[in-house]
């Protein structure tokens, strides 16, 4: 289900962006660690490479400290069940926001998923990340949901949003 696509931006040009790999795990898990974003590790990213409905992908940069050294700058991971996909998880490190990477994985995702016959997309965010309700609502989304004291680490509320696909 996962396939490598370049998506366009208007800041960069192309987005390359293509179907995690195992060899991508690092740095996942960094930019899970590094964006607060509620941990999954290692094993959960390995198990979901096992499962036929996942979409599972990464943007890749040159790293700010040598441009020689691709890095990967977010990531994406979602998992159709019927017509619903449910996006799991999704961040982009610190440095590389501002240019249209997260929004260019949440495009390729849900155009994955639309290709598996998904109609409905469905996620949790987190009350008080502005910036990724910002980014969803773009995208077509809408509240329609709290699940109180979603979050664990720390508590949080989390927001319950869906889109038509």
């Known amino acids: 289900m996962s396939?490598?696509?370049?998506?366009?931006?208007?800041?960069?040009?192309?987005?390359?962006?293509?179907?995690?790999?195992?060899?991508?795990?690092?740095?996942?898990?960094?930019?899970e660690r590094i964006t607060g974003l509620s941990v999954w590790g290692e094993e959960a990213y390995r198990a979901e490479f096992g499962r036929e409905n996942s979409i599972m992908f990464v943007t890749v940069f040159p790293s700010r400290e040598t441009a020689a050294e691709m890095r990967v700058s977010g990531f994406i991971v979602a998992r159709v069940a019927g017509d619903e996909v449910h996006i799991n998880n999704i961040a982009v490190r610190e440095q590389a926001r501002g240019r249209g990477l997260g929004s260019a994985l949440l495009s390729a995702a849900l155009g994955a998923a639309k290709k598996a016959h998904?109609?409905?997309?469905?996620?949790?965010?987190?009350?008080?990340?502005?910036?990724?309700?910002?980014?969803?609502?773009?995208?077509?989304?809408?509240i329609v949901g709290r699940r109180r004291n979603y979050y664990k680490s720390p508590p949080e509320d989390a927001i319950l949003m869906t889109a038509a696909l």
């Open 3 to 31: 396939r490598a696509r370049l998506i366009r931006a208007p800041a960069l040009g192309e987005i390359p962006i293509r179907p995690m790999t195992e060899i991508d795990l690092i740095e996942v898990g960094e930019i």
């Open 118 to 142: 998904a109609r409905v997309a469905v996620l949790e965010v987190r009350a008080g990340n502005r910036a990724a309700h910002a980014l969803y609502l773009r995208h077509g989304f809408v």
